[in-house]
C-alpha cells in the first residue's frame, strides 16, 4: 500500500500554519512573575490590560511582566476573582500586540487548538490539542458563572495555567486554567471579558444583595397539597437586615421563599447562584413567597453587597 506523493505536502502544510498561529498570536502572551518557581503565563487581552489565571499567583505586591524576548515591566493589580480564576493587571505604555479575541462559541469538539506560554526567559511554548469537551454554562466551585465548559485536550506544562487559548485562525478563545487532576479547562473569551468590564471599572466583582439569612426547608404534604405545589423545596427567613432590599420589599422573618425570578427555589445555593451574577444588581426581581399558609407574590430590587 503506497502513500499519496501529496501526503507529505499536506503535512508539512498543516506543520507550517501551526507555526504561523504561533507566531502571529505569540506577541501578545506574557510571563507574569508572581514569585514562585513557574510563573503562570497571561495575555495581553486589551490595551495595557494583562489577564491571568488567579490561583496561579503566589502574590500580587511587587508584580513584573515578562514581554516575547525577555524585556520586563512593572504591573499594577486591577482586580481579581478566585470564582472565575481571573486576575487583572494594567501595564503602562505596552509595546506588544494586543490579543485577537475570538468567539469561543464557534469551538466544537474535535477542533484543533493550542495551548500558549511564556518562559521567564521570554521564549514562546505551545501545545496543541484538540477540543475534547464543549458544552454549557457551568458553575466553579468557587461560585462563579462561566459561560461555557470547554476542555481541550493539551498538556497544561508548567507556566502554562493563564495562557490563551487560541484556535485554527489564531484567535484567543479563552484563558487556559488547571481543573481537576491537573486537567486542562479554558475560561471562554465572553467569560473573561465580562470579569475584565467589572476588574478594571471598580476592581471587585459586584454581588447581589438581598440583605436575608437563609436555611432550606422541607414543606410538609398537607401544605403541598393546600396550595397546589408539586416539590418541597424552600428556604426559610430567619434573619433580615435593617433596610436591606428584602426588607423593603416586604419580606419578613418566618417567609418561606419557594420562587425566585421565576425558578423554583430548593435551597439557598438557588438564590445564591443569582446573587452572584454581578448583573443581577438593581435588577427588580418576582419572588414567591409563602406566608401564613398562604402564597404571596413580592418584587425586590437587588442591591450591591457591601465589602
Same mark, same amino acid.
Given at each position: 500500500?503506497?502513500?499519496?506523493?501529496?501526503?507529505?505536502?499536506?503535512?508539512?502544510?498543516?506543520?507550517?500554519?501551526?507555526?504561523?498561529?504561533?507566531?502571529?498570536?505569540?506577541?501578545?502572551?506574557?510571563?507574569?512573575?508572581?514569585?514562585?518557581?513557574?510563573?503562570?503565563?497571561?495575555?495581553?487581552?486589551?490595551?495595557?490590560?494583562?489577564?491571568?489565571?488567579?490561583?496561579?499567583?503566589?502574590? =500580587?505586591?511587587?508584580?513584573?511582566?515578562?514581554?516575547?524576548?525577555?524585556?520586563?515591566?512593572?504591573?499594577?493589580?486591577?482586580?481579581?476573582?478566585?470564582?472565575?480564576?481571573?486576575?487583572?493587571?494594567?501595564?503602562?505604555?505596552?509595546?506588544?500586540?494586543?490579543?485577537?479575541?475570538?468567539?469561543?462559541?464557534?469551538?466544537?469538539?474535535?477542533?484543533?487548538?493550542?495551548?500558549?506560554?511564556?518562559?521567564?526567559?521570554?521564549?514562546?511554548?505551545?501545545?496543541?490539542?484538540?477540543?475534547?469537551?464543549?458544552?454549557?454554562?457551568?458553575?466553579?466551585?468557587?461560585?462563579?458563572?462561566?459561560?461555557?465548559?470547554?476542555?481541550?485536550?493539551?498538556?497544561? #506544562?508548567?507556566?502554562?495555567?493563564?495562557?490563551?487559548?487560541?484556535?485554527?485562525?489564531?484567535? =484567543?478563545?479563552?484563558?487556559?486554567?488547571?481543573?481537576?487532576?491537573?486537567?486542562?479547562?479554558?475560561?471562554?473569551?465572553?467569560? =473573561?471579558?465580562?470579569?475584565?468590564?467589572?476588574?478594571?471599572?471598580?476592581?471587585?466583582?459586584?454581588?447581589? #444583595?438581598?440583605?436575608?439569612?437563609?436555611?432550606?426547608?422541607?414543606?410538609?404534604?398537607?401544605?403541598?397539597?393546600?396550595?397546589?405545589?408539586?416539590?418541597?423545596?424552600?428556604?426559610?427567613?430567619?434573619?433580615?437586615?435593617?433596610?436591606?432590599?428584602?426588607?423593603?420589599?416586604?419580606?419578613?422573618?418566618?417567609?418561606?421563599?419557594?420562587?425566585?425570578?421565576?425558578?423554583?427555589?430548593?435551597?439557598?445555593?438557588?438564590?445564591?447562584? #443569582?446573587?452572584?451574577?454581578?448583573?443581577? =444588581?438593581?435588577?427588580?426581581?418576582?419572588?414567591?413567597?409563602?406566608?401564613?399558609?398562604?402564597?404571596?407574590?413580592?418584587?425586590?430590587?437587588?442591591?450591591?453587597?457591601?465589602?
Amino acid at each position: 500500500m503506497s502513500i499519496s506523493s501529496n501526503a507529505p505536502n499536506l503535512l508539512l502544510s498543516l506543520s507550517q500554519s501551526l507555526a504561523d498561529i504561533v507566531e502571529l498570536s505569540a506577541g501578545a502572551v506574557v510571563s507574569v512573575n508572581a514569585g514562585r518557581r513557574f510563573s503562570p503565563s497571561g495575555i495581553h487581552w486589551r490595551n495595557g490590560i494583562i489577564v491571568t489565571s488567579d490561583e496561579s499567583l503566589h502574590n =500580587v505586591e511587587d508584580i513584573t511582566v515578562t514581554i516575547r524576548g525577555g524585556k520586563t515591566v512593572p504591573a499594577k493589580l486591577l482586580g481579581r476573582d478566585a470564582s472565575t480564576d481571573i486576575a487583572v493587571f494594567q501595564i503602562s505604555n505596552p509595546d506588544i500586540p494586543v490579543a485577537n479575541i475570538g468567539d469561543a462559541t464557534t469551538l466544537k469538539v474535535g477542533h484543533l487548538v493550542l495551548g500558549m506560554a511564556l518562559s521567564r526567559e521570554g521564549d514562546i511554548k505551545a501545545a496543541m490539542g484538540t477540543i475534547s469537551v464543549c458544552s454549557g454554562t457551568w458553575k466553579s466551585m468557587s461560585g462563579g458563572n462561566i459561560d461555557q465548559f470547554i476542555r481541550p485536550d493539551i498538556t497544561l #506544562y508548567p507556566g502554562f495555567a493563564g495562557g490563551p487559548l487560541v484556535d485554527a485562525n489564531g484567535n =484567543v478563545v479563552g484563558m487556559n486554567t488547571s481543573g481537576r487532576r491537573a486537567t486542562a479547562l479554558t475560561i471562554p473569551s465572553e467569560t =473573561v471579558n465580562r470579569v475584565v468590564d467589572q476588574l478594571v471599572a471598580k476592581g471587585r466583582i459586584a454581588k447581589g #444583595y438581598l440583605g436575608v439569612g437563609m436555611q432550606p426547608v422541607r414543606l410538609p404534604k398537607n401544605l403541598l397539597s393546600s396550595l397546589n405545589l408539586s416539590s418541597d423545596g424552600g428556604v426559610i427567613v430567619v434573619n433580615i437586615d435593617n433596610n436591606a432590599p428584602a426588607e423593603q420589599a416586604g419580606i419578613l422573618l418566618g417567609d418561606i421563599l419557594i420562587t425566585f425570578d421565576g425558578a423554583r427555589v430548593q435551597d439557598t445555593n438557588d438564590i445564591l447562584g #443569582y446573587l452572584n451574577q454581578g448583573q443581577s =444588581v438593581n435588577q427588580s426581581v418576582s419572588v414567591q413567597i409563602i406566608r401564613g399558609g398562604e402564597l404571596v407574590n413580592l418584587t425586590v430590587t437587588v442591591g450591591e453587597r457591601p465589602f
